[in-house]
């Protein structure tokens, strides 16, 4: 379904509105208001507020959401997979010790436990700058995709409104041209119709003059 692409100087340059959203996925209102409803889990806030802002994170997401159901995939399907997974621990039964076997193990671990808590809590804050570089980089490279998706179908969009202004031209074009062959056909019956009245005027003057020739040698 061809929709009407939406004003864009009332947005942000980081949300989007709810009718850029449904023009950007080519589906009715009714049909984004059923995705929103069904895989809100996987939605931003702003996205549930009235009026809903989606982020590209969203448009991600419900891109993902288009394509698995296009795929054949059930609602829970796709929420498990837009879902992340949790991180089951594995919990073993405790071994019994004595209290000498427990004291040195103490003792051990407190030993280490400086060190060990120094690299884990160095191992955690890489691992969270490693994902929030990540995410960034995932925002930014969805934003630009998103952007220039935008950016392309309002190209097409001109593109399209250009070609149906060469086919009017074009139409007026032919309209004219056969307007004029119409009337050189016009003109053209006319003169042949002139000239034919021509030729059987002289016929008739030829005709006239031969009588009158033969009268006057019968005269004489």
Known sequence: ???????????????????EVAYHFQVTPDTLRGWMRR????LSATAK???PRFTTADIAALSIVQRL????????QINEQLTPKRIVRDETAPVALNSDQARQIVEGK??????ALGDIL????????TVLNSQSTVREVVGV???DNFNLKEENRKLRERMLEQERALAEYQRREE??????????RALENTVAALQQQVAQLIQLQRQSQQKKRGWW
């Open 145 to 147: 995709v998103v952007q």
């Open 110 to 115: 407190a030993a280490l436990l400086p060190a």
């Open 49 to 51: 507020t009235d009026p």
């Open 122 to 129: 160095s191992a955690i804050a890489n691992s969270q700058q």
């Open 1 to 19: 379904m061809t929709q009407s692409p939406p004003d864009r100087s009332s947005a942000s340059e980081s949300t989007y509105t709810f009718t």
């Open 39 to 42: 895989f809100a889990q996987v």
């Open 69 to 76: 159901l296009e795929q054949g995939f059930q609602d829970e």
């Open 179 to 188: 307007t004029r062959k119409e009337r050189l056909e016009s003109r053209l």
